[in-house]
């Protein structure tokens, strides 16, 4: 077990440069989804008490990694990169056994976390600030980055690997200093990441990992005034509450949130591939991706042919432990999440026709997890709730359109903003839908989930606050931009006044 082994089962915190019990000494049980009665072990509930003695010490971190330049910095990330691929295998399998995405899925979040510290560790070699002529002679412009401070980084439990590391990597990078909150859900995977980030030799301070609830830890990092940056990904009602109070303490928040996210098929498009990319858009982490798809908008003339295609592959696939080989579809994360996905189907039977899955799976070993069907729901009106409210789970409303321009309004019409798909051989419509779709993201000929971690991820509308995971623009997000001018012409230089 992750964590320091400090007792057989038992998880710790880290904080302070230890692995330790919470204050409270209250644990919470982790338990796999795919079959209850396995007890991975349990994890400390920890409190507010707890955060403030990670920040504490995450202060005393922030003072030592500050100074430490941004190269040797990246040596760290890139170390970190170097155990994640070493033991990419070993972390997939405690993911599978805590998430319950099969182990192709657990090995891609361990790849996306190994891909995220190798492009992290080039950055501390770039952290580009920018040298601009003074409109005054004698005198340099230049603008450079500074780390912030102590970043709280509160992540979900769908990627239980990559989305730490989509936030730590370019927080450590840049200078700054960790506490990390992951779900309750995957507390195993998270303490492994912190292991490995010691291991690479992170200074101990500079890292603090608090186990536990988001009303008890999230709130209490969120609220404290020497967290002056929150990055969140989660839910959109969590995350407005976020801004709300980081808005107060003005402090600087990225919030990663809901999708609603379109495959649109055109009908010149191949549709063996727009069938393959919809069958892994949605039903992939079993619909547990921000990204994935959860409305198919087919043109009215081939809806027909390819519902009845996707029907007959979608009930084919196999529901089981994701450690198993042959599964296609693991299970959901906990019993919540398995009552969501009910409510919805229900409401599915008067806002549509269910003609695929639809109920939960409990035949022989299944029983025992959060099994749910892949559900295809067709004929779906734009508007209604099932085609505009974030599941989270393997259900699929499909919708027709007559031309492409209704088929944009109804992606555009949801108040999620952030992944899209079109499939078509057109390169007009392509480019189109490149620029009219209202996502962060648009897949020509790819299905709406697998971005890449070195393009900056993220979305409009209720899906985000403006801010971007990923790529290089996240390294804005985790810099303060200072400007020094220096004058050195002897004499004292009136700016737009002695020049004109
Ligand atoms: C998420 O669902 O929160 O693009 C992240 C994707 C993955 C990341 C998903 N690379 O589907």
Redesign the pocket.
Known sequence: MGGGEARRGVGANFIGGAWVEPLAGRYFENRNPARRDDLIGVWPRSDAADVEAAVESAGRGFEIWRSTPAPARGDVIRRAGDLLAKRKEEIAAIATREMGKTLVETR?DVQ?GIDTAYYAASEGRRLFGRTVPSELPNKWAMSFRRPIGVCGLIT?F??PL??PTWKAFPALVCGNSVILKPAEDVPHTASVFVEILLEAGLPPEVIQLVHGFGEEVGAALVAHPRIPVISF?GSSETGRAIAEIGGRLYKRVSL?MG?KNAQIVLPDARLDLALDGVLWGAFG?TG?????TSRLLLHEDIEEEFVSRLVERAGRLRLGDGMNPQTDVGPLINSAALEKVERYVDLAHTEGEVVCGGRRACDGELAHGFFFEPTVVRGVAAGARIATEEIFGPVLSVMTFADFAEAVRINNEVRYGL?SSVYTRDAEIAFRAANELETG?TYVNAP??????HLP?GGLKDTGNGHREGGWEVYDFYTETKVAYVDYSGRLQRAQIDNY
């Open positions: 891609g996306e979900p769908n990627f990559a989305i990904t990663e999708g982490t547990q991706r921000c990204t994935a992944s993201i709406t989930i697998g971005a890449e971690a991820f």
